[in-house]
């Protein structure tokens, strides 16, 4: 198994959809550890055409990923 585990309590886990198996980012602060839920692949797919602008704003947005990963 992957990783270490982490009791969160339940209402945060509610409210910021942290299901098991979600995949999170930790960011260390001035202030301490910030807690960054992953978006996935299928949230992202779900909310393409939201704003009717056929995908474009999504196309340019993996092409400033692909960009920066490569930097």
């Not at 886990?13 to 979600?22: E, M, S, V």
């Amino acid at each position: 198994m992957p990783g270490g585990r982490l009791t969160i309590p339940g209402d945060i886990r509610r409210k910021y959809d942290l299901t098991a198996g979600r995949k999170v980012k930790f960011e260390l602060t001035e202030n301490g550890i910030l807690i960054i839920p992953l978006v996935t692949s299928e949230e992202v797919k779900s909310n393409v055409g939201f704003l009717g602008t056929g995908g474009k704003l999504l196309k340019a947005l993996m092409e400033d990923k692909k960009r920066e990963r490569r930097s």
